[in-house]
């Protein structure tokens, strides 16, 4: 996908992501999909990953891919430093020891 291409990821008929692109048109999380798409009608939209017969959503590649970046932080946090995990895609680092 282009970086100047305005990116979200959907769940259902809601966004649950949004690339910074697309919020340069007022696109928001949490928006249904269709009044996105009238705001930004070139909105690339991915629907999360579904799971079995049931179609459940499976968030386990974000899952996998937050706890990867948190690895990436942790070698750089220093036993004076703090690392905190907020959520699937936020963390906060205290570096200054």
């Not at 697309?22 to 696109?27: I, K, N, P, Y």
């Not at 939209?45 to 079995?52: D, K, Q, R, S, Y």
């Not at 968030?59 to 905190?84: M, P």
């Amino acid at each position: 996908v282009p970086d100047d291409e305005p990116l979200a990821v959907q769940q259902w008929s809601s966004l649950i992501a949004v690339d910074y692109v697309s919020r340069s048109f007022g696109v928001k999380r949490g928006m249904n999909v269709e009044e996105a798409k009238k705001i930004c009608p070139n909105l690339r939209c991915v629907h999360v990953e579904l799971i079995g017969d049931a179609n459940k959503v499976s968030l386990k590649r974000y899952r996998d891919a937050s706890f990867k970046v948190l690895d990436v932080f942790a070698r750089y946090v220093g036993k004076n430093d703090v690392l905190c995990r907020a959520s699937i895609d936020e963390a906060y680092l205290d570096l200054t020891g």
